[in-house]
């Protein structure tokens, strides 16, 4: 008699199995995600087992993924294990990630509590984009750029 699968070796199986698709496919992140209404980082969590696929966005995922199967989709609206290979910091990308929130991690969580009081960030539910290296100057801020907007309208 065959030992049950862990939940990790059902996710790796079931991530691998939506990577060859998603490659059979010759799409994008970013063109699966324009076809669904979702972001280009959120349907990589899909595809990883890192997010859940709600009900309502597995047609939408089919349509741009016509291979996926019942029992795929199936394994995709179950609630996913969170996790990473403790291994993957040593790719330079993920690892220069990291280093960032090193960085600036005392400093983000400063301005949290400074704004927010004594609260946390999600890393769930945060939406991630990507800019070119600039210099960080403040009037470029945009909340800075608001508050300004809100305090010139007043003075009117």
Known sequence: ?????????????????????????????????????????????????????????????????PGLTDELLHEMMQPPLRSYDPNLIQEPTVYRLHEAVMHFGESIKEIINEEFGDGIMSAIDFYCSYLPYTEQRSEHMVSRLRKQDNQDGKAE
């Open 1 to 65: 008699m065959e030992a049950p699968s862990s939940s990790s070796s059902v996710k790796a199986r079931t991530a691998a199995e939506l990577q060859a698709l998603k490659r059979k496919s010759a799409k994008t992140y970013g063109q699966i995600a324009e076809e669904t209404g979702l972001t280009n980082v959120y349907v990589a969590q899909l595809l990883r087992r890192q997010a859940q696929l709600k009900p309502a966005t597995a047609p939408l995922l089919r349509a741009a993924l």
